[in-house]
């Protein structure tokens, strides 16, 4: 995979006027020095749902690896945080606005299940997290939220 976006990116810089450094692979073709623009868009495409594919796998690989799920509770607002080390997203909750907290199973058009902990509000927002976690994992969170926030 990398060879070929190696090499789709070495094509496409001549287009944008950008010299190709000595150490890149340089493609050429067998009729001219530099591959025309339209091959070069085709290869794009071509690669593409490729490149995406292996991005997403190792995103999963490195959130399973060295992901974390935190959940704070300060005073009368929560936050939960779902990344990798200091990526990541943040999304609030008011502890006031809290109306459920429970396990949720969904399913895709395929028949897989996703299962997380859903954190509805009053608001009707919905704070779905933990679908990293296994369910021994899953369920003490759920457990340690419902503890800290009924008190």
């Known amino acids: 995979m990398t060879v070929f976006l190696a090499y789709a990116v070495a094509n496409t810089m001549p287009h944008l006027g950008l010299p190709i450094p000595n150490w890149f692979p340089a493609p050429k073709t067998a009729y001219s020095g530099e591959v025309s ?26 959130f399973n690896l060295c992901g974390r799920t935190e959940v704070r509770i300060a ?19 008011a502890r006031s606005q809290l109306k459920s907290l429970d396990i949720h199973r969904s399913y895709d058009s395929e028949g897989a299940d996703t299962v997380t902990v859903l ?3 009053k608001t009707g927002e919905e704070i779905s997290f933990g679908s990293f976690l ?15 926030l009924i008190s």
């Open 75 to 93: 005073g009368h607002q929560g936050t939960v945080f779902t990344g990798i080390g200091k990526l990541g997203w943040k999304r609030r909750f």
């Open 37 to 62: 623009l339209p091959m070069t868009v085709f290869f794009w495409v071509y690669i593409t749902p490729s490149v995406l594919i292996s991005l997403g796998l190792s995103i999963a690989f490195l």
């Open 119 to 121: 954190l509805k509000t």
């Open 134 to 148: 296994n369910d021994e994992r899953r369920l003490f969170l759920l457990d340690a939220l419902r503890t800290s």
